[in-house]
């Protein structure tokens, strides 16, 4: 049904192709074919990951795989600059990108990336529980905002973008492009969670009891000189009832002073290679980029496997 709506010429000229540019042709489509299979799913597992995962807050979510919801904000010290335009931001990614052309007008031509960075900063999430340290590397961004220019220097003096020039992409030999989050967007973030006081919520009193101990019995002239009451160079039973007694107050002292201290939250990468979204788009707006994307994807899939099925028909039926 499908070889009914094409026109008889283009299978004469397939028929008609030599079997190297053939068959790299094919190859091309099948690339296609499987690269938007391989999309379409993806896409759609993000969406509904984005979809299936609950929002949790910051004091309550668990140690793990989390989706958290709020507000950026800079941590305190130096400010996040982004280089091309020097705004204050949270995170930024730019690229510099040079054309390169053949034509004595410079138009045309295709682009040269010479300089890319992507920020690695930490930035809080905040919400009504609590502040979570979000630690961008190896995330899925969706920034709020994106700018792109044209200029002739391949260094551009910081500052802001210039308005839009319809001609410049044309006339101009230098492109520059940056996003940015911005502070105090809404932030929406799927990845892993940990709290660095995991060394209170798993303390062993016990184990630790026994390195103190080790620790104390390697230095025999202090611990003598502090636990020994009748003199004798000697610790007999009740004195050691002390040693471990002072050992033990000791080690609660330790632990009322980690618990004294604030929880730092982090969110980062999923070592497990699981998704890690970082967005500042609501989660239904996401969700539903997400499908978009993976249905523009299965458009891919059928059209190219549509095609790779008509070349090789064509080629078979010649043999």
Known sequence: MFETLIPAEWSASVAAMEPLRFWIFTLATMTGAAAGFYA???????????????????????????ELEGTGELMPGEPILAPLTGTPCLWFSYKVEERHSESSTGSGGRWRVLHR????????????????????????VIPSVREEWYGDSETWPRGPAPKHDRTAFITRRYRYTEQRIQPNDSLHVIGWFTTDDDAVAHFDAEAELRTLLREWKHDQGSLIARFDRDGNGVLDVTEWDGVIAAAREQISREQATHRSHPLHHVMSKPRDGRAYILSTLPQHHLAGRYRRYSFAALLLFLLCGAITTWLLSIRFTLL
């Open 40 to 66: 379409s799913f993806r896409f759609l597992s993000r969406a509904r990951l984005i979809e299936d995962t609950p929002t949790s807050k910051v004091r309550s979510a668990v140690q793990g795989y989390v």
């Open 117 to 140: 960075e992507r920020s690695s900063h930490l930035f809080y999430l905040v919400d009504e529980t609590g502040k979570c340290l979000i630690d961008p590397d190896g995330a899925d």
